[in-house]
């Protein structure tokens, strides 16, 4: 794929075949099981269009539709919908599903909802999707209407009823003002949408978010008035396979159809890399690195699904010992091993894998979502294990999160409170919250924080954030002075340099290395000393008393190489003022500028290390070293 | 942009959207098509919009008598 990523063409889905070939397998197709294998593709409106009406052949002359589910699915929408019927009835397919459509005649939604007798009521649907859109309903009493509507089906029907929110039309009469107007567009559609999530909750409908979906694709592509005042289509007939794939991913849910594991490859997926081959230090992972960044984020997205209840294996080709070393000791891995259900690493080959991973977590190949930035390992496991949910990625793992997420392979049909209990995002800010209400002064909200600090020489794991946070922080830094990779990496094994990184975590999680500390040792008048060539830290973790256990850590470390004193330099500049009192702060004493000052307002400080005293500080202190 | 050029472009997305194999000609009619309503015009239109990177009027698609007037408005639209 060497076009922009987007949603609009389901890129998550393998390519179908084209042209003549996609509609001589269309023709091919015999059976359910062979129209839903088509349907697992990348289908546009007119292969969905061909697909539905192969349906339609097969079940006019009565051939074996199983292991398809047949639905029978009420479309209540405004609008022209012939055009999204056929493409639902395709793409539900891609579900299992054999589905029937029944609509009213022309603008008749009303009529068929209220008249009793109504073919709405006689026909008994499965499901009934209430399809209204701005159009539909803001100009034809919104809310009301729609309650009207959504109360007269619960008076008849005990169907599932899916409701959509309303995407506002992207013409804003008042500009910017817009939405301080009660009457505008945006500001119907944002109250209009609000209403419908408390009554959705209340009638426990299942909720399409059409707003969601058009403010993904843009709302100006997906309104487009030329289409709906030619054919009265309610939004661009270019969306239409996401808007059914999304409706087709509800009547999923309402079969049990579930994604519960997210099974992961290691590398080019975890980190950037080949853990076999480039070793620990050279993955590529964490921050400090574009990439590296990039695989941290894939991680989160891991964890965040456990937090929600998804189970997490690994299954990758490579020695057990070597696949799991990152694990254990690489610091930017937010997954450890005690988040992963099954770890499975080993030469075989993955589908083998996976149905030993199914197995042992007694769960449906069906229910197993894979992510693997392996194109042909992708293709070896869809075609062995075609239950198996296989998104298709692009190159960039930067947007691996956001394919495997607009999959859908891990929708859900709700979210209980002991699912929120599981969730860690909840669980932060429920701490957060407790902690306001529990924190009288600071220094017991610092102990609240549970803080630790680890401490570590400069080393091939930390060497790209360092050179990151050289290159890159003002505010908290005392000199500003950048130095290269080339001279960090130098450094490490340079016994004339004292080194320190810092890294801090606390309650809420790992903030990643925050601080660095370059001391260059001299003796001038009788007295040794460390001149701190660099002291800088990440201005989130301020206010944290971080500095001060730095310092206790920069006193112990000289007593030990046995020097008498600290000698701090600020070198103003006009982002680091927040540092001018840094030294002073710290007990430090104004001394004489070592040469000529190269900079107005340079000033000098000493601190004596002989009988220093410790400060008592809310961080705990683990030391490293390489 | 030749007419020859716009049916060579045009048959592999006429036939993708009509579910056939029919060549389209200049006197080809929509009840020559078994596939070919109003609905499928639609989403011919659509389509052929994409390939050839042209936007048509709500005027210009309206007034569409028959294929040949249709591939005389691409000619015009893609140059």
Request: glycine residues 6%; proline residues 5%.
């Amino acid at each position: 794929m060497s076009q922009r990523w987007s949603s609009a063409e389901l890129p998550w889905l393998p390519e179908p075949p084209k042209g003549a070939e996609y509609r001589a397998a269309t023709r091919a197709c015999s059976d359910g099981a062979a129209l839903q294998a088509l349907a697992r593709h990348r289908l546009d409106g007119n292969q969905l269009h061909a697909l539905a009406k192969q349906l339609a052949r097969l079940r006019e002359s009565g051939a074996e539709l199983q292991p398809l589910i047949p639905v029978r699915l009420a479309l209540l929408a405004n609008g022209a919908v012939d055009l999204i019927a056929p493409a639902l009835i395709g793409t539900a397919l891609r579900y299992g599903i054999a589905l029937e459509v029944w609509k009213p005649g022309h603008e008749q939604v009303v009529q068929a909802v209220l008249q009793p007798d109504s073919e709405l009521y006689t026909k008994v649907p499965d499901v009934v999707l209430l399809a209204l859109d701005y159009r539909g309903l803001l100009e034809s009493g919104g809310f009301e209407h729609w309650s009207m509507l959504r109360g007269a089906l619960a008076s008849k029907l005990v169907a599932p009823v899916i409701v959509q929110t309303v995407a506002p039309p992207p013409e804003a009469y008042l500009g910017n003002y817009s939405r301080r107007v009660e009457t505008s567009s945006r500001a119907l559609a944002a109250e209009f949408n609000r209403q419908l999530l408390d009554a959705a909750e209340e009638h426990g409908d299942l909720l399409l978010d059409v707003s969601a979906l058009a403010g993904s694709v843009g709302l100006e592509a997906w309104d487009d008035p030329m289409q709906r005042h030619l054919y009265k289509l309610p939004f661009c007939q270019r969306f239409v396979p996401l808007y059914c794939e999304h409706v087709a991913r509800l009547l999923g849910l309402l079969q049990g159809r579930a994604g519960k594991c997210l099974v992961l490859d290691l590398d080019n997926t975890l980190w950037g890399g080949v853990i076999g081959d480039d070793g620990l230090a050279g993955i590529r992972l964490g921050q400090g690195d574009a990439v590296g960044e990039a695989h941290r984020a894939i991680q989160q997205m891991a964890l965040d699904l456990r937090d929600r209840g998804v189970l997490l294996a690994v299954c990758s080709k490579n020695d057990d010992a070597r696949a799991r070393q990152p694990f254990l000791e690489h610091p930017e891995m937010l997954l450890k091993e005690e988040h992963i259900s099954i770890f499975q690493a080993n030469w075989t080959d993955k589908a083998s894998n996976l149905e030993a991973i199914a197995s042992a977590l007694d769960i449906g190949l069906d229910s197993l979502v894979f992510l693997d930035d392996n194109p042909a390992e992708r293709a070896q496991v869809r075609d062995a294990l075609p239950q198996v949910q296989v998104p298709e990625l692009p190159e960039d793992p930067a947007l691996f999160p956001r394919a495997l997420l607009a999959s859908g392979a891990f929708e859900v049909l709700g979210f209980t409170k002991e699912d929120a209990n599981r969730a860690r995002s909840y669980r932060a800010k429920a701490k957060r919250a407790e902690l306001r209400a529990g924190s009288r002064d600071l220094g017991e909200y610092l102990e609240s924080l549970e803080m630790r600090a680890t401490f570590n020489e400069f080393d091939g794991l930390g060497r790209a954030r360092i050179t990151q946070l050289i290159g890159r922080s003002n505010q908290f830094n005392l000199t500003t002075r950048r130095h290269s990779e080339t001279e960090i990496r130098a450094m490490e094994d340079d016994p004339e340099v004292h080194t320190l990184q810092v890294r801090l975590t606390d309650r809420f999680g790992d903030n990643g290395m925050v601080s660095v500390v370059i001391c260059r040792p001299v003796a001038e008048a009788g007295c040794s000393a460390w001149v701190i060539d660099t002291w800088l830290m990440s201005c989130r973790v301020l206010g944290r008393r971080l500095e001060e256990a730095v310092r206790d850590e920069l006193v112990r470390a000289a007593q030990a190489a046995g020097v008498d004193e600290l000698w701090g330099q600020y070198l103003p500049t006009e982002r680091n003022q927040i540092v001018r009192e840094h030294y002073p702060k710290l007990g430090f004493q104004k001394m004489a500028p070592r040469g000529e000052a190269t900079v107005e307002g340079e000033c000098w400080w000493r601190l004596r290390v002989g009988g220093y005293l410790r400060a008592e500080l809310p961080i705990e202190v683990v030391r490293r070293s390489s | 942009m030749s007419e020859a050029t716009i049916y060579e472009r045009l048959t592999p997305l006429f036939q993708d959207v009509m579910d056939t194999e029919i060549v389209p000609t200049a006197v080809l009619r929509a009840s020559d098509v078994e596939g070919w309503d109003s609905l499928s015009q639609i989403r011919l239109v659509v389509a052929v919009e994409e390939e050839f990177d042209i936007a048509f009027t709500t005027a210009e698609i309206a007034d569409l008598p028959d294929l040949g007037s249709f591939v005389a408005l691409i000619a015009h639209k893609a140059t």
